[in-house]
């Protein structure tokens, strides 16, 4: 099965909000309410910013959130600020052959 | 704090088997709870879920990788490890192994801070 899909890139201005969306199908992001998205920085483990399409773990800034309709979903920063640039995953729930599908990765820019 | 450390060659020659090993400290597999997974990012690239793991030993793969993996856990040693046959250079990247939560669901919320295995002769 292919990966989720995701814009190569995105930037915004501080302060600005910017979406990233991440496309699937109907057997993936469309059939259940499992998409994760993680933050990553150069050289470091990626970090989980959120959860179950729209949960955020403890210490994740509310500026983060989450939303899903039909087979895609998008994650939101608000306000952003430079310490957000950073490439971006999201992830889902695919099924009991496939399971786990990860998106080709955005990067954003903070300008 | 639960921590997740990955340890294995870092070389790896065409057509061996890497094998790694992701020591839990801070938590105990076997409390039942949660599914241990690998995840691996080539270099420069995005990530790849290789598999997961629950303390029973139920083994959850990636269709595309399952002919070549093996995913086992030692309770007895809070660790598990990946086994990777018939690798290729297309199989050089950074290897993590991470935390997934209380079902195979791609929320990995714990991560250690990965591994790089190069494949090359």
């Known amino acids: 099965q292919s990966a989720l899909t995701q814009p190569r890139s995105v930037s915004g201005s501080p302060g600005q909000s910017v979406t990233i969306s991440c496309t699937g199908t109907s057997s993936d992001v469309g059939a259940y309410d499992y998409v994760s998205w993680y933050q990553q920085h150069p050289g470091k483990a990626p970090k989980l910013m959120i959860y179950?399409?729209?949960k955020r773990p403890s210490g994740v800034p509310d500026r983060f959130s989450g939303s899903k309709s039909g087979n895609s979903a998008s994650l939101t920063i608000s306000g952003l600020q430079a310490e957000d640039e950073a490439d971006y995953y999201c992830?889902?729930?695919?099924?009991?052959?496939?399971?786990?599908?990860f998106g080709g990765g955005t990067k954003l820019t903070v300008l | 704090q639960l921590q997740l450390q990955e340890s294995g060659p870092g070389l790896v020659k065409p057509s061996e088997t890497l094998s790694l090993t992701c020591t839990v400290s801070?938590?105990?597999?076997?409390?039942?709870?949660?599914?241990w997974g690998w995840i691996r990012q080539p270099p420069g690239k995005g990530l790849e879920w290789i598999g997961n793991?629950?303390?029973?030993?139920?083994?959850y793969y990636n269709p595309s990788l399952k002919n070549r993996v093996t995913i086992s856990v030692d309770t007895s040693k809070n660790h598990f490890s990946l086994n990777l046959s018939s690798v290729t250079a297309a199989d050089t990247a950074v290897y993590y192994c991470a935390r997934d939560g209380e079902a195979v669901a791609g929320t990995f919320g714990y991560w250690g801070q990965g591994t790089l295995v190069t494949v090359s002769s």
């Open positions: 179950d399409v729209t």
């Open positions: 801070g938590g105990s597999i076997s409390s039942g709870v949660y599914f």
């Open positions: 992830c889902s729930y695919a099924g009991s052959y496939t399971y786990v599908l």
């Open positions: 793991i629950y303390y029973n030993g139920n083994t």
